[in-house]
Structures are given as structure tokens and as C-alpha cells.
């Protein structure tokens, strides 16, 4: 059984920094890809940004591009995501998901096209 483990939550304020880290556990990860979603209250989760395990760059919400990097260590099975110049926007619990299945041509930027999720964090931006 896959398990995601997202640590780094917190209190930021506007225009501050967090790094979330997302660790995951149980099978090996050659295919599919990693990929970090947000719901804030009263919304649908939403995609932030998703990367492949196998190679390429890293894509991205439009919401979060230029501001969000995010970075993965296939040796360690983590993927990090460096968030820079939040906006109060932001704020929402943070989910890291893992998909098992090969990636196609395009970004998967679905919820239902991951088959694993953790238990989330939650990211504050106080303005």
C-alpha cells in the first residue's frame, strides 16, 4: 500500500515562503507522477502542480507559476514544493497525490487521475 506523507504546513504571512516536502512509501515509483492539489474552504480541490517520476519539467496551475517550484528526489522517493511570494489566496489545506499510471502526452491535472493521496497540510497566509 502507497503512503504520502506532506510535512511543512504553517502560518506564513503574505509575500513569505513555505516549503512543503511530500515523502512517499510502499511500492516503487518508475511510472506515473506526483502532484500537489489544494482545497480551501467551501471549494473543489484544486491542481497546483504535478511532475513525472520518470523525467521532464515540472507543470503548473497558472495561479501558482513563476511563484511555486516544485522538485523531486527519485532516489528518496520525495518531492518538495517551494512556495515564494504567497498571497493570502493560497491559503488552503495542500494534498501531495501519486499516480500510478504511466502519463501520457499530456499533464495529468485531474483529481481522478491519481490513485493515492495523503492526508494534507494546511498553509495559512495571513495579510
Known amino acids: 500500500q502507497v503512503q504520502l506523507v506532506e510535512s511543512g504546513g504553517g502560518l506564513v504571512q503574505a509575500g513569505g515562503s513555505l516549503r512543503l516536502s511530500c515523502a512517499a512509501s510502499?511500492?516503487?515509483?518508475?511510472?506515473?507522477?506526483m502532484a500537489w492539489f489544494r482545497q480551501a474552504p467551501g471549494k473543489d480541490r484544486e491542481f497546483v502542480a504535478t511532475?513525472?517520476?520518470?523525467?521532464?519539467?515540472?507543470y503548473y496551475a497558472d495561479s501558482v507559476k513563476d511563484r511555486f517550484t516544485f522538485s523531486r528526489d527519485n532516489a528518496k522517493n520525495t518531492a518538495d514544493l517551494q512556495m515564494n511570494s504567497l498571497k493570502p489566496e493560497d491559503t488552503a489545506v495542500y494534498y501531495c497525490a501519486v499516480r500510478m499510471r504511466p502519463v501520457l502526452n499530456t499533464p495529468v491535472v485531474t483529481t481522478r487521475g491519481y490513485d493515492f493521496w495523503g492526508r494534507g497540510t494546511q498553509i495559512t497566509v495571513s495579510s
Open positions: 511532475i513525472t517520476w520518470s523525467g521532464g519539467r515540472p
Open positions: 510502499g511500492r516503487t515509483f518508475n511510472n506515473g507522477a
